[in-house]
């Protein structure tokens, strides 16, 4: 698959996890090195914050956190990472392990989780054939 290609691809998986889910308002896919690989909704230079999920600080943070997550889980003996969900005041980010990269969400606080956490799965597998 052409580099090209994949990028398509992957913008298709983010948006179709978009149009399936409401609540959700951003997305990112990370290698494990933190750089960032695609983003939807794509960024905007004159509005970065838009997607505040698509900056290269946030595409590190998200690569740092899956690290620790599997190093503590290997050190509790508790098998590989599934996923990692953090909730805050005004939103939810989970991340699904993507094979060589990552999956991360961001979701509204008033999201149905169990779709944001279906749908964000579903996708995760669909990135890492992709990437493969």
């Known amino acids: 698959m052409s580099q ?11 948006k179709t996890l978009h149009a ?8 990112v896919i990370v290698n494990i090195d933190g750089l960032l690989v695609a983003a939807y909704p794509p960024t905007d ?10 900056s290269p600080q946030v595409a590190a943070m998200s690569a740092t956190l899956v690290g620790l997550a599997e190093k503590t889980l290997g050190r509790l003996a508790q098998g590989q990472l599934e996923r ?38 579903k996708a995760a597998s669909e990135v890492e054939s992709v990437l493969r």
Request: no cysteine; net charge negative.
């Open 45 to 54: 230079d004159e509005n970065p914050h838009q997607n505040p999920t698509s």
């Open 84 to 121: 990692l969900l953090m909730e805050g005041e005004e939103g939810v980010i989970v991340i699904f392990p993507a094979g060589r990269a990552s999956l991360a969400v961001l979701a509204e606080k008033g999201s149905r989780l169990s779709h944001v956490l279906y749908a964000a799965k």
């Open 20 to 27: 399936a889910v409401d609540g959700v308002k951003a997305t």
């Open 4 to 14: 090209e290609s994949r990028s398509a691809a992957l913008e298709r998986t983010l």
